[in-house]
């Protein structure tokens, strides 16, 4: 994802949420500000000057482009809701009024957000600027349910048009979000739900400029184990949510930090299996 909004700066988010995740030892940013740094120096830049950051008209193009912005700058989110805004929870519905709302970080906060893919081609449709629909999904799995911030592109431009709450049984990914929230848990489950090889594409430890692939059997899958996130998971539907298939890609990508991790799972016989690791 590109970020527009600060330049040549790149974010360092210092903050994270609970769950089993990569850490940096860090300070956690104040409450209104972000931390930037360039190549020789760390700067803070207050939410004050940021609010006076423009967005340029490229960043509505694409979704991704569109959230940091939104997530970052105070004024700009508020600009780019809907008010009254429309809350739905089952047969309940509420509005939400301009003085009433507070400010949504998402995952700007922690140093990573997490993506579910049905295949690779379907990973492209982040760069498919005709999406005029996506929703940010925040998935608690302590709770059962998901919020749903539903975003539409009216006029060229993204606006927050409505919040949905419901549970992950009525997800479209409800089966592999079930046993995601096993297998992040449940070693021994985890174990069970390796496939007999798997394949692995990661960097060669014995040079910087190149990968290395191979394959991992269920015996020395601890080595290569990932840490993953357990109590809560980001996912962004663009345009209009497909049937779930048999095949997953859970994606965990790092915030200004290169960190990439792909997962893919296949599910046969209604089993889901992990067959592919990349980082």
């Not at 508020?78 to 009433?100: A, C, S, Y």
């Not at 940010?136 to 749903?148: D, L, P, R, S």
């Not at 357990?230 to 997953?248: C, L, V």
Request: glycine letters at 6%.
């Amino acid at each position: 994802m590109r970020r527009y909004w600060v330049a040549i700066f790149s974010i360092v988010l210092l903050a994270s949420c609970g769950g089993s995740k990569p850490q940096n030892g860090g300070e956690a940013a104040p409450a209104d500000s972000v931390v930037v740094e360039s190549d020789t120096t760390a700067l803070e830049i207050t939410e004050e000057e940021l609010a006076n950051l423009p967005m340029p008209k490229a960043a509505d193009e694409l979704f991704d482009d569109f959230i940091y912005n939104f997530a970052a700058n105070r004024k700009l989110q508020m600009e780019r809701i809907m008010f009254p805004l429309k809350k739905v929870n089952g047969d309940r519905q509420e509005t939400i009024e301009k003085n009433q709302w507070k400010i949504e970080r998402y995952f700007m906060r922690q140093q990573y957000y997490t993506l579910l893919f049905d295949s690779e081609k379907h990973m492209e449709v982040v760069k498919d600027t005709s999406v005029h629909h996506a929703v940010v999904e925040m998935i608690y799995f302590n709770t059962g349910a998901i919020i749903q911030h539903v975003f539409d592109r009216l006029r060229g431009v993204w606006m927050l048009t409505s919040i949905h709450t419901i549970p992950i049984s009525q997800s479209n990914n409800a089966s592999f979000l079930d046993f995601y929230q096993r297998f992040v848990v449940d070693t021994e489950f985890q174990q069970e739900s390796l496939s007999e090889e798997i394949y692995f594409e990661g960097p060669d430890p014995d040079d910087d400029f190149a990968r290395m692939e191979g394959t991992i059997s269920p015996d020395t899958w601890e080595a290569f184990a990932p840490e993953l996130p357990s109590k809560m998971i980001y996912n962004i539907i663009y345009g209009q949510p497909a049937k779930e298939g048999n095949r997953k890609i859970f994606v965990l990508r790092g915030i200004a930090n290169g960190m990439e991790l792909e997962m893919t799972f296949r599910r046969k016989d209604g089993v889901w299996k992990l067959t592919k690791l990349t980082t």
